[in-house]
């Protein structure tokens, strides 16, 4: 029998999402936070000095959108206290005053709106629209007046766009642009163009990137020249970008990352501030390195094992860290005066929005606390690397000698796991199975040659790799050879069952919302990864026979134990037949396996109810392949599985 924990499935979906795009107003801090308890709606909230958190939105409304169906920033505070938003139910842009219903800004059709903006003295909100259903879409950038008419299309460049940005003087627009078959994390365009009278875009320069250089976030230093995350060097770091043709400067020329795949449209790693208190004119370093004097960044940096918040003087070239115990930073950072605000966790704390005083160092916690289990419930996670293979261990609560583990492999496949509190996790350590998260090659954090270890080899590398942790951790008698199992999200998932039958080494998967033939999801998903593959495979139909040769659904027959499959049934990302497949090869060769689909559920899980059930059908899973007793659970019944 498993350890008693006081951690319920109930506990994991109220603690464990984070809130997002955090933004500092004057004397106010404005987010958004999960409400699974409320259907899984995101609501816009806002705090005043002294206050706490209320609502910006009315209940019901849901502040997400559908761009590149992984969304991106939806909303913005207003300077006279209300707000713009996106709203789920019908992707069209809102505006709302505090009082009534919100109006809608944007007209009804098949148009999705992201990456909102408010560009400084322009009466309107700047967003990326998207048009269009499945793979006939396009994207466009636009201006939404707010007091209401139609929509401007400000500029027409590449396929995918975001970042967009007002030059200081309000002549110049800066985007991010690229093209299949690129993502974002291979290859983008930074581009500038003149502001016509109009508000409509002239002619656009790439002024930085290309197609092996990825730029995912850029901020205007003056009219004359951008800051810029890039990864030319290698590394996603901070570059001075000149308008007249000079040089690209790294800022930050160390082996750490300032940036991230930008998964959703909107991010910020970083945010520009004023100088601090008692700065000198950094005249010197101004004229060597050309730029700003007493200007500094705050920037989240660091690999996958760590990401702390630091404070760039840009006189000196030093970085100050200020984050405290924090280990890890979502990528939303925003700046008002000598306050910054974002959103930190640590092994111990859940993902919370803090403030810190850039000058004074002091620390507020602004969100609403989220009750935790005791702390001696909790495991004590270890950054480790295994033959090359980076990877944190979460050890069981009371093991003594080889204890069963479970392998968890995060999604994208171009995404990492942090070092932090995850009470998802704490839910099986503290019932006596450890867990060991693998940044398989191919992660971010940990600089572009590690990411680029899985271009073509995706179903090789991050296969091999979650086998090496997992013979890593029997070596070192940490883990009980039989009773190892695997299991990942999305990309995730799809590594989870192709170890399961492409190696020996694990007893069992568990594949939330999982790709489980590549080659029909390349034909059946949606456009922003519709060409993912080229680069992760390869092009077809050349590379057809790599597609055959790592298809879990074509090898299902050789599953070394059972799975559980989970998937959403309104999933735009993996089609849930994806599941349905898989289970039915399995059910075909007479090999055990388990099927929970879950009406209203999205690529991922938003719903109290649903977090719940997720959970429990994995706990009662791993007692049935590690023969250990679950009653705290429902009974889950495995086809084709003896007894």
């Keep these: 029998m498993l350890n008693e924990s006081p951690i319920r499935p109930v506990d994991v979906a109220r603690v464990d999402e984070s809130p997002l795009w955090v933004e500092a107003v004057g004397d106010e801090v404005w ?31 849901n502040a997400r959108n559908r761009v590149i169906e992984y969304g991106g920033r939806s909303w913005r505070p207003l300077p006279d206290g209300g707000v713009v938003f996106t709203d789920w139910a019908d992707q069209r842009v809102y505006r709302y ?38 793979r006939a879409v396009r994207r466009d950038l636009v201006a939404v007046p707010l007091a209401g008419g139609g929509v401007r299309v400000i500029a027409q460049a590449q396929h995918f766009l975001m970042n967009p940005r007002l030059s200081p003087g309000g002549g110049k627009i800066v985007w991010i642009g690229w093209d299949h078959p690129s993502m974002p994390w291979d290859g983008t365009e930074l581009c500038v163009a003149p502001l016509r009278p109009d508000g409509t875009a002239g002619a656009h320069e790439v002024v930085a990137g290309g197609p092996a250089e990825s730029v995912v976030q ?42 991230d795949a930008p998964w959703k449209l909107g991010y910020t790693w970083f945010a520009l501030a004023g100088p601090g208190e008692g700065a000198g004119s950094g005249e010197g370093a101004s004229a060597g390195a050309g730029v700003g004097a007493g200007g500094r960044i705050v920037a989240m940096h660091g690999t996958a094992d760590g990401r702390r918040l630091g404070v760039l003087d840009l006189a000196t070239g030093e970085i100050a860290d200020i984050g405290g115990d924090a280990t890890y930073w979502l990528p939303s950072i925003s700046v008002s005066g000598s306050r910054v605000v974002g959103v930190a966790a640590s092994p111990y704390t859940p993902y919370e929005v803090v403030a810190l005083d850039l000058d004074g160092g002091g620390r507020t916690v602004l969100s609403r606390p989220k009750e935790l289990p005791p702390r001696e419930v909790l495991p004590v996670p270890e950054a480790v690397t295994i033959e090359g293979v980076h990877a944190h261990v979460y050890p069981p609560r009371g093991a003594r000698g080889p204890a069963p583990y479970v392998v968890f492999v995060h999604g994208g496949p171009t995404g990492l796991s942090a070092l932090t509190l995850d009470l998802e996790v704490a839910y099986f350590t503290s019932r006596g199975i450890g867990v060991a998260k693998v940044n398989y090659g191919g992660s971010t954090g940990y600089g572009r040659a590690y990411r680029e270890r899985l271009r073509e080899q995706w179903g090789v590398v991050d296969v091999r790799d979650s086998a090496t942790v997992a013979r890593g951790l029997v070596a070192s008698g940490r883990a009980d050879p039989e009773r190892i199992a695997i299991r990942g999200g999305s990309a995730g998932g799809w590594t989870a069952l192709a170890a399961l039958v492409h190696s020996d080494v694990f007893r069992g998967a568990v594949a939330h919302y999982a790709i489980t033939d590549p080659e029909m999801w390349a034909a059946e998903t949606h456009d922003f990864e519709s060409r993912y593959l080229d680069g992760l495979i390869g092009p077809l139909p050349e590379a057809r026979e790599r597609y055959t040769e790592r298809s879990p659904l074509l090898h299902a027959e050789r599953a070394s134990g059972p799975a559980l499959l989970l998937h959403g049934l309104e999933d735009a990302i993996v089609d849930p037949a994806q599941a349905e497949r898989f289970v039915a090869e399995l059910d075909r060769h007479g090999l055990p396996w388990a099927l929970r689909t879950f009406p209203g559920e999205q690529h991922g899980w938003r719903r109290e109810e649903t977090i719940v059930a997720v959970l429990e059908a994995e706990l009662a899973f791993y007692g049935l392949i590690f023969g250990i007793s679950v009653p705290e659970v429902p009974a889950l019944r495995l086809k084709h599985m003896d007894g």
């Design 218 to 259: 850029a901020e205007w230093r003056d009219d004359d020249a951008l800051y810029a995350v890039s990864d030319r060097s290698g590394w996603w770091n901070i570059h001075l970008i000149p308008l007249d043709g000079g040089e690209p400067v790294n800022l930050t020329p160390v082996a750490e990352e300032f940036g």
């Design 31 to 61: 987010w958004d936070e999960p409400r699974p308890h409320e259907g899984g709606r995101r609501c816009v909230v806002r705090r005043a000095p002294g206050g706490q958190p209320r609502d910006a939105i009315p209940p019901g409304w």
């Design 97 to 134: 005053s505090g009082e009534g219903e919100p109006r809608p800004l944007t007209p009804q059709g098949p148009y999705r709106y992201a990456d909102l903006y408010l560009p400084p003295g322009r009466e309107e909100v700047w967003a990326v629209r998207e048009s269009g259903e499945g």
